[in-house]
């Protein structure tokens, strides 16, 4: 029978009210493996609730004792680690080492907020004026709520409620629909780690939760990852609602090749970065700018691994596993026939992949188009699977114009030996993350992730110093003790002597 999935609230699993489900697939076998429910507009409410009630005695709550519970989590998570990746593979279909990977990286900002107590010191000046001392200190939200996409279960959720618990903020996690028992596992692992019950509440449901997280008063900000259009509507809905946002969208990641890199190492970080995770990853290297003459020797060469890629079930744990869903499977597989369509020269095609006693998984295998055009739509728009298109560029500036001008601006990489050509590019390039022979540039934990243009709205990045900003405000206090104060009233501007 199919397993029915709930909410975790206040400290245990809620059955879902609404009567409203979604199918949850384990996209290796193309099984319906769980119904998720949808909440209600009453149930996310009462979610907030339930943070908001827990949310004074989190707050006071000594900085060290919220890093200790945070040291904790992260040995639950390591010492559950397998059982956790195998969990995210059944429903997200990554291969399992990919997926413990995806784990370890949000576990680094969970390293990241046991330094909480540091991160929070606040700013102190002695004797401003005579007898008066000012300080400052960041002090939590209150309630704060995440909105995660499905390509990383696991990882994104930490970006968020490491920081935002460990600044004293309770948090609602509203994961993506089409894989939510492990950001649900991450809950349960939580309040084992010591955190209060309700202090990491995870809701389950679709537009109509997230409709209601903006617009709750209750709520102070809202942190999203998902696709650039609904990053946008969120953007706009909660700041609407006088909340703090941020809201990172999708992207359109080019890589350039220029005539002196390395070839062969070139084409392993491409293939690495255009299909691991079958390209469902918001930093996939989706676009492969050949410059001057480096195009034919690129796609000589990687045509024949794109071909050999090992496609299979997640957990034999080959180079990429099946798509998410069916319905995305299709999408993806459209925008290839639109390619052909569109011109450009499909010089391998994975469209027809089928794999012996998996028929009904999601799989395809990987696609590499070359001679793809600017104005293509293959070319504009975030495609989301194991498709590269290679695009030629006669010059260097050709090159970092033709990325300046893409609507997204998420990740980008340059392969090259010249030093002043990689400086020229990282310098200058309209992107946030950029990388120098790097394929994948994703910030580390103690710094910050974040895109430009319309891979990211609001002013503050995920995790890192930027999180520990978002997730606080600042109070800035001025104090004198009875003998610095003068007699009598003062009605002009005080100026300091
Ligand atoms: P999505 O936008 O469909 O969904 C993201 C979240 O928004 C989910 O929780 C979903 O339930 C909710 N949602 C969906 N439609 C909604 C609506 N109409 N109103 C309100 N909420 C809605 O994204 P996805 O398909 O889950 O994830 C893939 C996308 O996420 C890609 O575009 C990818 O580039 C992007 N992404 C970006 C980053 C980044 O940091 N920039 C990281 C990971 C993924």
């Given at each position: 029978m199919t397993e029915q999935l709930k909410h975790f609230i206040g400290g245990q699993y809620v059955a879902g009210k609404s009567g409203r489900f979604s199918p949850v697939y384990n996209p290796s076998t193309g099984e319906h493996k769980a119904d998720v429910p949808l909440a209600t507009e009453a149930e996310v409410s009462d979610a907030v609730a339930d943070s908001l009630a827990a949310f004074p005695d989190w707050a006071n709550t000594s900085p060290i004792t919220r890093a200790r519970v945070m040291f904790k989590f992260k040995q639950l998570v390591e010492e559950n680690i397998e059982e956790l990746a195998a969990l995210l593979a059944s429903e997200h279909g990554k291969v399992h080492s990919d997926a413990k990977g995806s784990i370890i990286r949000g576990l680094e900002v969970v390293e990241f907020a046991c330094g909480i107590p540091h991160l929070l010191k606040g700013e102190f000046s002695d004797n401003v004026s005579s007898g008066i001392d000012m300080y400052s200190m960041r002090k939590p939200l209150g309630v704060v709520a995440g909105i995660t996409p499905f390509n990383f279960p696991a990882m994104v959720p930490m970006w968020m409620f490491a920081v935002a618990i460990a600044c004293g903020n309770t948090f609602i996690l509203k994961p993506s629909e089409k894989d939510p028992s492990l950001p649900m596992r991450l809950g349960e692992l939580m309040l084992q780690a010591g955190a209060p019950k309700g202090v990491l509440n995870v809701i389950n449901g679709d537009k109509l939760s997230v409709d209601t997280l903006l617009d709750d008063p209750r709520v102070k900000a809202i942190s999203f990852v998902g696709s650039t259009p609904i990053a946008k509507y969120v953007y706009s809905r909660a700041a609407a609602a006088g909340k703090r946002v941020q809201a990172m969208g999708g992207a359109k990641n080019h890589m350039l090749v220029m005539p002196d890199a390395d070839m062969d190492k070139a084409v392993d970080a491409l293939i690495g970065a255009g299909y691991g995770s079958a390209g469902e990853r918001c930093m996939a290297i989706s676009v492969a700018v050949a410059v001057g003459d480096a195009g034919d020797e690129l796609v000589e060469k990687l045509a024949p691994k794109v071909r050999n890629l090992k496609v299979g079930p997640s957990a034999a744990d080959g180079d990429m596993g099946p798509l998410v869903t069916k319905e995305h499977l299709e999408k993806v597989k459209g925008y290839v026939d639109l390619g052909i369509e569109e011109g450009a020269d499909l010089v391998v095609d994975g469209r027809d992949l089928s794999l012996q006693g998996y028929e009904n998984g999601f799989y395809m295998g990987g696609c590499l188009f070359d001679n793809v055009q600017t104005d293509m739509r293959i070319y504009k728009e975030?495609?989301?699977?194991?498709v590269l298109s290679v695009v030629r560029a006669p010059t260097f500036n050709e090159a970092i114009e033709m990325v300046d001008k893409h609507e997204f601006g998420n990740g980008t990489s340059i392969f090259t030996r010249n030093g002043d050509v990689a400086r020229a590019f990282s310098n200058n390039v309209e992107i946030g993350m950029v990388g120098v022979n790097v394929p994948i540039p994703v910030p580390l934990a103690f710094h910050s992730f974040g895109g430009w243009k319309n891979s990211a709205f609001g002013d503050h990045n995920q995790h890192g110093p930027e999180g520990v900003r978002f997730y606080t405000k600042v109070k800035t206090v001025t104090s004198r003790w009875p003998d610095s104060i003068k007699a009598g009233a003062e009605f002009i501007m005080p100026t300091h002597k």
């Open positions: 975030e495609i989301f699977g194991p």
